[in-house]
């Protein structure tokens, strides 16, 4: 896939993860970029957003305070840091890249919070 993302697995509560989305078929830079999460019967929601011409970001309220969203663009990589996770993080988490026509997703990662 034009995305690939990295670094779910299964933690305890209060505890972290890093997940990267990597792509070696465009680059990011100009793309709009947002992880995602769908947990088990929801509908999928936005989790955090960057605009990687200027690095503005934005969160969920949900994960305001928890989360951070950044780019590399050496890279091409944008990642997701997690902290404080709890259990109503558990979901799968995509990632996507929006620039004009082009829409691309990867293929999800699984969190899993769980004790």
């Known amino acids: 896939g034009l995305l690939v993302e990295s670094g779910g697995g299964l933690v305890q509560p209060g505890g972290s993860l890093r997940l990267s989305c990597a792509t070696s078929?465009?680059?990011?830079?100009?793309?709009?970029m947002t992880w995602n999460r769908q947990a088990p019967g929801k509908e999928r929601e936005l989790v955090a957003t960057i605009t990687t011409s200027t690095g503005h970001t934005n969160y969920a309220d949900s994960v305001k305070g928890r989360f951070t969203i950044s780019g590399d663009g050496a890279k091409n990589t944008v990642y997701l840091q997690m902290n404080s996770l709890k259990p109503e993080d558990t979901a799968v988490y995509f990632c996507?890249?929006?620039?004009?026509?082009?829409?691309?997703w990867g293929q999800g990662t699984q969190v899993t919070v769980s004790s």
């Open positions: 078929s465009f680059t990011y830079n100009y793309y709009y």
């Open positions: 996507n890249a929006r620039l004009g026509a082009a829409d691309y």
